[in-house]
């Protein structure tokens, strides 16, 4: 699908925009940048982004609860177990349809993963067919994406990470997208030296799909991982090589759209 050239500059403009520090003032992504170290930031940001669902108030105030019971080091309160002290075995809700088990098998299974690898890129790294690799030597986004689910499916904890990537994935797109774009104020590149920065997919859920039908990007209103592929490959043409670019000027022309009504 071409892009006409006046929504690709609109676009074009809302991305440079919003791309900026302050744009993690009310993000999740903020809690990959209050903690240091690679291994810290990783674990934050797969935690955030695994919560990052619903009202974004709600979910940040219990990424908050989750940062302060880390003491900044997520890395060894995943590893150590602490955050059994922090949150009780039992069907409690913690977050909306996430109850305090569900939770704890989540981290546990993330303890494992720690464990075994010592960091999420490591694991990813290692675990992806060597014989996928791309010309330039890195990886496609989508192999990380289908190790991570079936880490988490084999291990019967895929309530909060997607079982496979039939759905659009979209938590873990995001994930990615922070794991691997550089030279940005937001996003970190920590793995920008083995994944593909150009096979990143667009974090897709309801809101973006109905924007991207709006400035006639999409047809249908499917939140699916073709879906994702094929809306992801139409903003390739508007930033070619960096597609996720495209996350920050929907979420700029959504801004602005609310701001006219």
Not at 7 to 18: D, G, H, P, S
Not at 70 to 91: A, C, F, L, N, Q
Request: proline share 4%; with cysteine.
């Amino acid at each position: 699908m071409s892009v006409d050239n006046n929504t690709a500059q609109k676009l074009i403009a809302y991305a440079e925009k919003y791309e900026h520090p302050q744009f993690l003032l009310n993000d999740p992504a903020q809690f990959m940048h209050a903690v240091k170290g690679v291994k810290n930031k990783e674990i934050m940001a797969f935690i955030a982004s695994a919560l990052s669902y619903g009202a974004r108030s709600a979910f940040i105030k219990r990424l908050h609860f989750l940062l302060d019971c880390t003491m900044g080091v997520p890395h060894d309160w995943i590893i150590s177990g602490e955050y059994r002290k922090h949150i009780p075995d039992d069907s409690a809700c913690f977050y909306r349809l996430y109850s305090n088990h569900l939770m704890l098998s989540f981290f546990d299974t993330l303890r494992q993963m720690i464990y075994s690898h010592d960091s999420i890129g490591q694991f990813v790294r290692t675990t992806i067919n060597p014989n996928a690799k791309l010309e330039n030597g890195k990886f496609r986004a989508i192999a990380a994406l289908e190790a991570i689910c079936t880490y988490f499916a084999d291990r019967e904890s895929n309530k909060i990470i997607p079982k496979d990537t039939r759905s659009c994935c979209k938590r873990l797109c995001m994930f990615l997208r922070w794991m691997v774009r550089s030279n940005s104020p937001v996003d970190l590149g920590l793995w920008s030296d083995f994944i593909d920065q150009s096979t990143l997919l667009l974090p897709l859920d309801t809101h973006v799909v109905h924007e991207a039908i709006e400035l006639g990007l999409l047809k249908s209103k499917t939140t699916s991982m073709a879906a994702a592929q094929r809306l992801t490959s139409t903003l390739s043409e508007i930033f070619p090589g960096d597609p996720t670019k495209a996350d920050f000027a929907l979420f700029g022309y959504g801004v602005n759209k609310s701001r006219k009504l």
